[in-house]
Every structure is written in structure tokens, then in C-alpha cells.
């Protein structure tokens, strides 16, 4: 495949942006890097044999030894996210084992939904994060009540959100994904949010 | 009337000037002042003038409780002068005045009251006919209201909301409240302290109590214990969802636990002119003294009936005021420690002595005396009186528990006759009380019962704790009297000072009929200003008590609803969410002039160019598809996969076409039904395997009915499995005669030619290198290619597409020539040429109903109203030209005087010629040929020709070439 993939907030990336004023809210766009998800009967049999664990319950997420993380949206559903330094392509060997074993005629192994497409991706952390998103989310994602590895699948000013708390020895990370043709409109409520605490987008890629 | 300063309070500093100016002149205040606290160090008292008669009122409560403090800044109206504070350069006015405060042309109004007796205007202004629309109405919609708003201006400042989650929020931060706060918090709850002041401590900021603990240190010490000041929970919602304004931002808190500790709201004693300035509550004067350090009088009378007004007499001894009098409302005997304080200063105190009237000064601009006189046996103003110079009149008669949000969370108020008290209950496990709106009055219990209930609170939220809550008994008196009216027989002895309601009004309310509070309430408007009821709400039910020869607790009281006190529109709008959704194409459209439109959510091009002749542009958009190739981007499309060995059997319940034998690589036609039988959704299904369809819906309609498909599956537990990746697959449809001219130069791997990728075909491959779905259909009735490609990679699409297509002199095309298109070609646009009855068989569909299958979603209410069917038909209509009233979507068609249908679409067509539309007629007008009517909005009536929807290629060659 010749083109490049392009995230939905490139044209803000370029464009004269809000950039951190210091560690309080950053923001970073990872939209430009793989996800997959899966879903449907007999997805978490399928994936638990493709990957070294899955989460226990539904809205908790786990980080593998490579730094994939996945978490789980649904007793059959699930969402991949590679780490962020992985050098890996976990995503895609997922599809395609998946491919292979579809075409081998197994049945039951749910199904690769394409949220690389249908969910654009951030990572906001620093210290500010919960009190920024308390501005624009009704679910209580302080640090000692939202914990490491939480799964939260909300409503992020008025649009479907999933939130995952990083699990990590920094700071406080979160990564959100939400609808990839709202975008421009995230943009502009996160560039709003985080003003008063000095935040802003850091750029993209890989951090 | 202009009393020296003190100038030392806990909320000032005075070595910190500020200027400001109240209705044009200038004044001098100091930091921390309130703009009235400020006038009032000036000797300016009169802050405002009252609703109907325009007295002038002044300083009633200083707790931001009543209506006389109300004035406007700049554009906000309706600002507490006893809560905002001043700024240097700060500009305020007065509210409903003439000229100002001071001088108040219509003060007239006073002296015409006897003309305007209670609910006068329900029959007075409407006679004769038709008066009050002309003369009445403007002139009263010229008098009402308070402030002036320009609503032309923008708001000022910058407006949000946030949420927030706390175990226990405690309401009040008075020594209740406080240690309520402290109790939970070492029990290991997270706490929050509201208060709508600048400091916390209530009322040991002002009044004379003391305590040996520190609690405001033991507050601000705690780290489980957040403090908010100048915060005001302005209501209780289910689950303690509580309302703190702060600022200019509201918070969503959410509390496992609620403890009000709101306290208490001193009450007036009501008398002839007990509204003139100068005359004040006795916390009021206390407030004045301790928190702004301002004299509030020279010489004062004090009203009494509680030790309360006993401390106020020490602090305006202390303050420098003489005191001229104490009169008690009590008869002799009651003896708490203030008192006897007081009685070793050599002051007057008159026992069972009651005001009976307030003399004004010129202008009724302060009060000058007061005449005293001896309580009757019946408890009224006996013969004995006593005139008393004096310029300050301090009111400690007794109080009401800040009921209204303890009210708001279920509470029931019932009042004891005996203590005069009311007392509150039943409002839920989750909601406490503290302190002394729970009916304890003296310190110690106030602070023991808070300590017991913070413990109590957050016990129930979970924490542990090897000590029970220990409550204290609850007094048995009160500080409260139970009738401190005294009604005068020349009037002006307000009960409600917002509405300038007197005794006698209320009196007369009751004469006339209106027996019940709630209808004193609506009749008389008691209670429904801006103070809400706070100082009118307990006298009304003494008065409707006493006239109706009941009890209190029979009368009862009104309700109390949200909010507490006043809000702005600005705090509940806040920062505005409104979603919007844009394709991945989005800046290449505005690069190339597009003119938005807003379809659902999504910001779609209406058409390209800059142009004001939108029309123009639009047929030129249309003209070149029809003669040559272009280009729009349709990802706003809704996208389904339907996926699982029972797809094609879900798909033939969901929509009323038949799809188990639609083969692999084909698409056919989606036409849906709701259990009515109405058409709600239409698209395309194409099956890329024998178990997995890609489906399309309509921009608006996907949300729905992915959301229908899931609740469907729930109960048929067909193995299937549904997902909307509508925002995934952005897509452009490719139409025009050279639309394969231009494909064929961004695929090797689709083979194109007629044969090989017929009309309804679908096909994958790769599309400018980019993985596609294309299947070709043909919306506008042209050779057309919808090409569906994941949205990362769909501005390379429309980038590639465009340069391709550049020696085709390819142009986009936007909603606006697509809609005129299919207009051309008779393809119906669900919602525009349907409503909620049209049935499949009205838009002569029934080609799209697969009746043989033994069920989908409808089939049983089609088979039902296809027996009778609708007295309407969608039917294609012509006409030479357009009239010059215009005729629009949803004008009407009628027949014999009624109305028939109405048209759906309407435009037109460059390709044609001529103006084209469809629109619902009467069934026997249907046949081609046929005329019908058309109403233009103006009422000219048009006639159309009945003629086939299809009216641009209806053999179909064009777009299956």
C-alpha cells in the first residue's frame, strides 16, 4: 500500500497550535500508529490463544511484556494498542492470524473491528489530567479512584469515549479514543480544557 | 443621615482604597468591602427602591438573603450588593429606579397603594374590550422587571462546568458545619465545605459566640477537607447531584453523602414601615460591625425576643452607638446571659413592649423614631406608646431554618406551635443535618450535633470508626417568637418586601376566598420575588394561621424548589458542547470552496465555489457529471458490517428485501420498515463473503439503526455480529460518463469493463494503493463507482481522484447537485419524500418487498395496510416553469378545497429544462397525466402535471452502461 496513513488532527498538528506551557496537561497524538480491536462470539478464546494474557473483566486493561496493551471493552470484546516504543507490529500479525484462521474455516473467533479507521487516539498525561477532564467528563478519573489499568467507556464532551488509565511508574497517563470524524471537534474542546492549566498538544508520535 | 466608621473588620483591610461609583456618583470603599457594606461606610443607605411603590429600601440582612440589595452592573442585573464586592472603577447602578436610588420619580406610586390593592390587576385592567392589549399590557410590561438588559450585548466573562466527587459535602460552614467536616474527615472521608461566604466560621464571624476550639484552623488543617468559599450550592437533585456555583463555574458534584448545615435566616417583625432604611436585622447590624467595620447607626432601638438581640446591643455599645431603647417583645422573666449583660449598662429595656411604627425621614430616606407601644392581652399593639428618636432600629425576633435545601432532598417541614419552631424530616439516608437548622440553637450543641452527623456520614459511606455518633438532645425553647406582626391601620407594615405585600393584603386574600397557602401564594404573589420567600414565607403562614383559625403546622408552608437563590442563564449554559463530525476530506473541501451544510452532525459540501449565485454553481455541478465525470465525497454514508454465519437471515428480518441469495460480490438494494410498516431507512447491502455484508444507511439514520440491530439481535440471538464503522470508511462516489475513464488510471487489480464489473456489482481491490470497497450504484443515474476506502488513507483518495481525473476536467460535486440528481433520476431520500406513515407501497417500492419471506421487521402491518390502502401516492409532477410565488418543499397539494398532500421535493433541473418534483397527491390523481394542485406559501394555487418520477433516463442506460 503506497499511501501514508494521515491522522484526523494533521491539519491542526501543522497549523498554529497550543503547545504546553509545562507539565501540567500534555497531550500527544497517536493516531498515526496501529490499533485493531476485536469483537464477537469466541474472541476471547480466539485472542487468549495469540497473546500471552487478556484482561480478567470487562473494563480492564493489561499491558504485555512488549508493551501492547490490551483492554477489555466487553466479555467479547477487546481493543490492541502497541506500545508506544514497540518496535513490534502486533497489530497487524493479530489480523493477520485472524485472516489465516478465518480462512481456514475456524468459526467462533469473533471478529477484527478497524479502529486504526473508525477511533482516532491521544495520550494526554501530567498532573493536571484528571482535573482538565473533570471539565468534560462525568466520570471520576482522579488518580487514586481512576486506577492504573481502569477502562472507562464514556461520553467526553457529548461524544463516545474510551479511556484507559497507562499503566506506568510516571505520571498520570490516559489514553483516549473517540470518534476519528470528530476530531477538529475534540481538538478544539481539549485546546479549551487545558488552557487554564497551561496544556496543550505536544505534537505526534511516538513519545 | 451619614454615621462615623469603624473601619476594622475581619473581611477588610482598610490601608487598600478603592473608587467606585454607585448611580453616577463616586464613592470610597476599601478591599473587601461589599458594594453595600462600602455606601453604607458612606452614609448611603438607600440601595434601591421596591417593586411597586418604589420605596426606598435599604440594608435588610447583609447575607445576600433579600431583594432590597439588589442592583445591576453594566449588563448584569439583579447583583447582591451585599455579596459582590467592590473593585476600583467598579460601575453600579440601581435597579427600577426613575433617575436613582435617591431620587425615584415614582415614589408617587406610594401614595397611590390604595388603589392597588392585592390581585387588583386580575380585575381591573380588563374591561373594556381589548384595553389590555393596547393600553395596559405595554404600560405594565414597561414597569415589570428589575434591572435593564441589553440582550444585544454579548455576556461577558467565560462561563464552564465541572464535575466533581466527594464522600461528604458539607453545605455551611458555621461551627456546625465545621466540625460535621472535621468529624467525617477524620474518619477517613474526602470533604468538601461549601460556603457562600468569603470566609468560613458562619456565625462565629459576626455574632458573639465562642468556643474553645479552633475550628476554622481544625478545617483548614485537615488534608481530607476541601474548602470552598464563595460558593453556593444553589440546589439538591436525586442521588445528591449538587449544583455549586463558584465563580463562573458550576460543578456537578456528586456526593455519597450530603450534610446541610445551612443554619438559620433571621426574620422581621412586621410593623408600619418596617422597610425604611435604617431598620435592619440585628445580624445584619452584627455583620456590619465585625465584618466590614462599619458603624451602622448613632442611636438604635433594638426589637427583642431572644438573648440574641442582647449581643447585638453589646456590639452597637461597643460599635459607639447609643442605645436608646430595647423593646421585648416578651413579657419580663426571660433572662439569658446577654441580657444580663446589658442590664448592668443602665439601657432602657422595655418588657412586652412591641414597634408599632417607624417614622421616616423626608423622602421616607431613613428611618428618623419609632413609636413603642405596650402588647395587649390579644398580643397586639396596646393603647400605651412611647416615641423614640432614632436612626438605626435592629431587629432580633427570631429565625427560620435554611429549609430549602433540605427540602429540595424530601425533607418535611412541620412546625411546633408551642417552641414556634420548625423542624425537618424525612429526607433520605443519604442527606444529614446540622447545627441549628436541625433545631439546636446554642453553640455547644450546634458543634456536638454537627461532630455527631459528620461521623454519622461517613460511617455511611463505608469508613470505620470505633466511635458511634453521639447526637445531643435537641433544645426545647426557641429564640423564635411566635407573632411578631403587629399590623398598623394605615398599612405599609410589609410582610413580603420584594412585592411590597402588607398584612392587610394578605388579610384580604383570605377574605376573598383563598383560604389555602398555596392560593395566598398565587394570588397575592407572596414569596415569588427574589428573596423567595426567606422573610415572607413564615410571617404569611402566622397571618393566614390567625385569619383562618388554624395552627401553623395546619397552615404549613409553600415548597421550596431549586434554586436556592439567584443564577445566571450564563452559569447553566457554560461552555457550550455542540459535536460535530467532518470526513477525512474536510480541508481538501474548504481548499476547494466549499460551502458547508450541516446533514445530522456532519459537515457535508452543499456545493463548491464562492459565488453568490449558489444556483449557478450548483448546475454547472450538474451538468458536468451528466456530460462528463465528478466526484463527492459520500463517507457521511452510514456503515454496517454485518458478520456471522446467520448475517444474510438477520438481514432478511431487518430490511424487507431478500438477501440469503444474493450472491458474493453483489450488492442489492436495503429498503426498511419499522413494526408499523413505515418506511424508516434505506442503503445497500453488498455480501463480500458468504457470511459477512457491508451495509450501508443513511447519514442521519445509521446511529438508529445500528442501535435497532442490536436491540433486534437481543432478542432473535441470531449468530451474527454488528458494528458501525461508519467514521472507519470514508467513501467517494465516482459518476459521470467518464467515471471509468478515471478509475481505470488508480486500479490494476479491479478489472472495469461492463462485463466484468456490472451495474450492482461489488468488488475489492486497491484504488490509488489503497485497500477499496467498490461497488457500483448508481444514486444520481449515472456510470457511477462508490469506492469505500479506511479513513486514514481518504484525502489520498480524493487527492489521486482529482489528479486522475484532471484531463477529464473531473470538478466535485457537492450535497446539493446530488440531491437535484437523483431528483432527476426519481430516487426518494428517506425523510425528505417519506414521513412517519409511508408505506413501501405509497412510493411504488413494493418491488423492494419480498412478501414471500415468512417474516421481517413490518411485514405484518404492510399485509394489514395494504388491504386498505392510504388515501395518498407519491407521484413524479412537472411544470413549465417556476411560479413567481415559488412553490417550496412541504407546500400543500389540495384538491376540492382540501388538502390532498403535500410536495416532498422540489427544483429545477438543468437537465431538463423544466421544474420536476415529487410530492404526495390524492391516490385517483396518481395516473400519469393527471393534474394536481399547488398551494405557494402565499395561497396562489399552481397546476402540475402528473408525470413518472423518473424523469432523466428512466430506461436506466445511462448508469448501467
Not at chain 2, 324 to 331: P, Q, T, V, Y
Not at chain 2, 563 to 579: D, H, Q, S, W, Y
Request: charged content about 20%; hydrophobic content about 40%; proline content about 4%.
Amino acid at each position: 500500500m503506497g499511501a501514508i496513513a494521515r491522522s484526523p488532527f494533521a491539519h491542526r498538528l501543522t497549523g498554529a497550535s497550543q503547545t504546553p506551557q509545562n507539565e501540567n496537561v500534555v497531550i500527544r497524538d497517536l493516531s498515526t500508529l496501529p490499533r485493531i480491536g476485536f469483537k464477537g462470539n469466541g474472541t476471547t478464546n480466539w485472542l487468549s490463544s495469540k497473546v500471552s494474557a487478556v484482561p480478567a473483566a470487562p473494563n480492564k486493561a493489561i499491558t504485555l511484556s512488549d508493551g501492547t496493551l490490551i483492554a477489555r471493552l466487553g466479555k467479547e470484546e477487546y481493543l490492541v494498542l502497541p506500545g508506544r516504543d514497540a518496535v513490534g507490529s502486533v497489530c497487524s500479525e493479530l489480523e493477520a492470524s485472524w485472516n489465516a484462521d478465518d480462512a481456514s474455516g475456524e468459526r467462533r473467533i469473533g471478529y477484527p473491528l478497524p479502529r486504526a479507521d473508525s477511533h482516532s487516539w491521544l495520550y494526554l498525561e501530567g498532573s493536571s489530567i484528571a482535573q482538565m477532564m473533570a471539565k468534560i467528563c462525568s466520570v471520576d478519573l482522579r488518580g487514586d479512584r481512576f486506577l492504573q489499568s481502569e477502562v472507562a467507556q464514556t461520553i467526553v464532551a457529548r461524544i463516545s469515549a474510551v479511556l484507559i488509565r497507562e499503566i506506568t511508574d510516571g505520571s498520570y497517563g490516559l489514553h483516549m479514543l473517540t470518534d476519528f470524524a470528530s476530531a477538529d471537534y475534540l481538538w478544539d474542546v481539549l485546546q479549551d480544557a487545558s488552557a487554564e492549566f497551561g496544556g496543550g498538544f505536544a505534537g505526534n508520535g511516538r513519545i | 443621615m451619614n454615621s462615623a466608621t469603624l473601619r476594622k473588620g475581619l473581611l477588610i483591610d482598610a490601608s487598600r482604597k478603592l473608587k467606585f461609583t454607585f448611580d453616577g456618583r463616586e464613592y470610597e470603599g476599601v478591599a473587601g468591602d461589599t458594594i453595600a457594606s462600602a455606601l453604607a461606610a458612606n452614609g448611603e443607605w438607600i440601595l434601591s427602591r421596591s417593586f411597586k411603590y418604589h420605596r426606598p429600601r435599604g440594608i435588610l440582612t447583609m447575607a445576600a438573603q433579600d431583594a432590597n440589595t439588589l442592583v445591576q452592573i453594566g449588563n448584569e442585573v439583579s447583583v447582591f450588593a451585599d455579596r459582590h464586592p467592590i473593585s476600583d472603577g467598579l460601575a453600579v447602578r440601581a435597579q427600577n429606579v426613575g433617575n436613582s436610588a435617591r431620587r425615584d420619580s415614582a415614589f408617587v406610586m406610594n401614595r397611590l397603594s390604595r388603589f392597588m390593592p392585592v390581585g387588583f390587576y386580575y380585575r381591573t385592567f380588563y374591561k373594556p374590550k381589548g384595553i389590555w392589549e393596547k393600553v395596559w399590557e405595554p404600560i405594565i410590561r414597561a414597569k415589570a422587571g428589575l434591572g435593564k438588559l441589553d440582550v444585544t450585548k454579548p455576556t461577558q466573562g467565560y462561563y464552564d462546568k465541572a464535575y466533581g466527587w466527594y464522600d461528604v459535602v458539607v453545605v455551611g460552614a458555621g461551627p456546625a458545619g465545621m466540625a460535621a467536616a472535621i468529624a467525617a474527615a477524620d474518619a477517613g472521608a474526602s470533604v468538601l465545605l461549601v460556603d457562600e461566604n468569603p470566609r468560613i466560621g458562619g456565625a462565629l464571624n459576626y455574632a458573639r459566640l465562642a468556643t474553645e476550639r479552633d475550628l476554622v484552623s481544625e478545617v483548614k488543617g485537615h488534608s481530607k477537607i476541601e474548602i470552598w468559599t464563595d460558593a453556593i450550592c444553589n440546589a439538591w437533585y436525586a442521588d445528591n447531584w449538587l449544583p455549586v456555583i463558584r465563580g463562573n463555574r458550576l460543578y456537578k458534584l456528586r456526593a455519597k453523602q450530603v450534610i446541610f448545615a445551612t443554619g438559620l435566616i433571621e426574620q422581621p417583625s412586621q410593623f408600619r414601615n418596617n422597610d425604611l432604611p435604617g431598620i435592619m436585622q440585628g445580624s445584619a447590624a452584627q455583620r456590619l460591625i465585625r465584618l466590614f467595620g462599619v458603624k451602622p447607626g448613632n442611636r438604635a432601638v433594638i426589637l427583642a425576643a431572644n438573648d440574641d438581640a442582647y449581643g447585638v446591643a453589646l456590639d452597637l455599645l461597643e460599635a459607639g452607638v447609643d442605645l436608646a431603647a430595647i423593646c421585648d417583645l416578651r413579657k419580663a422573666g426571660h433572662h439569658g446571659p446577654l441580657r444580663s449583660e446589658i442590664t448592668q449598662r443602665n439601657v432602657s429595656i422595655l418588657d412586652g413592649w412591641c414597634l408599632h411604627e417607624a417614622q421616616p425621614e423626608k423622602g421616607h430616606s431613613h428611618v428618623r423614631g419609632v413609636e413603642l407601644a405596650e402588647i395587649d392581652a390579644e398580643g397586639t399593639a396596646g393603647r400605651r406608646r412611647r416615641r423614640i428618636d432614632c436612626d438605626l432600629v435592629c431587629m432580633s425576633v427570631g429565625y427560620v431554618p435554611a429549609y430549602q435545601l433540605p427540602l429540595q432532598a424530601g425533607g418535611k417541614l412541620a412546625y411546633d406551635d408551642v417552641a414556634a419552631q420548625f423542624t425537618i424530616d424525612g429526607q433520605g439516608k443519604a442527606v444529614l443535618l446540622a447545627g441549628s437548622v436541625d433545631g439546636f440553637f446554642d453553640l455547644d450543641g450546634c458543634i456536638a450535633h454537627g461532630a455527631g452527623q459528620g461521623l454519622a456520614a461517613a460511617i455511611n459511606c463505608g469508613y470505620q470508626s470505633e466511635r458511634r455518633p453521639a447526637l445531643p438532645v435537641r433544645d426545647r425553647g426557641s429564640p423564635n417568637h411566635p407573632c411578631p406582626i403587629f399590623p398598623h391601620l394605615k398599612g405599609m407594615d410589609f410582610v413580603d418586601f420584594d412585592e411590597d405585600l402588607q398584612v392587610k393584603d394578605i388579610k384580604n386574600a383570605i377574605a376573598d376566598g383563598y383560604r389555602e397557602l398555596e392560593l395566598v401564594k398565587r394570588f397575592s404573589t407572596v414569596g415569588m420575588g427574589p428573596s423567595q420567600g426567606r422573610h415572607a414565607a413564615l410571617a404569611t403562614a402566622m397571618l393566614v394561621s390567625k385569619y383562618t383559625n388554624r395552627t401553623i403546622s395546619e397552615v404549613g408552608v409553600t415548597t421550596a424548589r431549586p434554586p436556592v437563590t439567584t443564577e445566571k442563564i450564563a452559569t447553566l449554559a457554560g461552555r457550550k458542547f455542540t459535536p460535530f463530525r467532518q470526513t477525512p476530506m474536510h480541508e481538501q473541501h474548504t481548499a476547494q470552496g466549499a460551502a458547508w451544510l450541516l446533514a445530522g452532525n456532519w459537515l457535508r459540501p452543499a456545493y463548491y465555489g464562492h459565488e453568490p449565485d449558489a444556483k449557478r454553481l450548483i448546475a454547472e455541478e450538474v451538468v458536468n457529471a451528466r456530460n462528463n465525470v465528478g466526484m463527492i465525497d459520500v463517507s457521511t454514508l452510514g456503515g454496517l458490517d454485518v458478520r456471522g454465519a446467520d448475517a444474510a437471515e438477520f438481514l432478511n428480518r431487518m430490511y424487507t428485501f431478500a438477501y440469503v441469495k444474493l450472491p458474493v460480490g453483489k450488492t442489492r438494494y436495503l429498503l426498511m420498515t419499522n413494526e408499523a410498516g413505515t418506511v424508516i431507512d434505506d442503503g445497500v447491502a453488498c455480501r463480500r463473503g458468504e457470511n459477512y455484508f457491508y451495509v450501508t444507511a443513511t447519514t442521519t439514520g445509521v446511529d438508529r439503526i445500528y442501535r435497532n440491530m442490536l436491540w433486534w439481535n437481543a432478542q432473535w440471538r441470531l449468530d451474527v455480529d454488528i458494528a458501525n464503522v461508519t467514521a472507519a470508511y470514508a467513501g467517494v462516489n465516482l459518476a459521470g460518463p467518464n467515471a471509468r475513464k478515471v478509475l481505470a488510471q488508480l486500479t490494476d487489480d479491479i478489472a472495469l469493463s461492463p462485463q466484468d464489473f456490472p451495474y450492482l456489482a461489488y468488488r475489492e481491490g486497491t484504488v490509488a494503493g489503497i485497500p477499496a470497497r467498490v461497488f457500483r450504484v448508481g444514486f444520481i443515474g449515472e456510470l457511477g463507482y462508490e469506492i469505500h476506502v479506511p479513513s486514514r488513507f481518504a484525502s489520498e483518495l480524493w487527492r489521486a481522484i482529482g489528479d486522475a481525473g484532471k484531463e477529464f476536467s473531473i470538478r466535485p460535486f457537492g450535497l446539493e447537485a446530488q440531491r437535484l440528481m437523483r431528483l432527476e433520476k426519481g430516487h426518494v431520500i428517506i425523510g425528505q419524500d417519506t414521513d412517519g406513515m409511508t408505506t413501501p407501497e405509497e412510493l411504488d417500492m413494493n418491488w423492494a418487498v419480498a412478501n414471500s419471506k415468512p417474516f421481517f421487521i413490518g411485514k405484518r402491518s404492510l399485509e394489514i395496510r395494504n388491504k386498505t390502502l392510504s388515501s395518498r401516492k407519491l407521484v413524479g409532477f412537472v411544470l413549465d416553469r417556476m411560479p413567481m410565488a415559488g412553490l417550496q418543499e412541504s407546500n400543500l397539494v389540495v384538491k376540492n378545497g382540501s388538502i390532498a398532500g403535500f410536495i416532498t421535493s422540489i427544483a429545477f433541473s438543468p437537465s431538463l429544462g423544466r421544474v420536476i418534483g415529487l410530492a404526495y397527491a390524492d391516490r385517483s390523481d396518481a395516473d400519469l397525466g393527471s393534474r394536481i394542485v399547488l398551494r405557494a406559501s402565499d395561497g396562489s394555487e399552481h397546476h402540475a402535471q402528473v408525470a413518472s418520477p423518473h424523469f432523466y433516463d428512466p430506461e436506466n442506460l445511462r448508469q448501467e452502461m
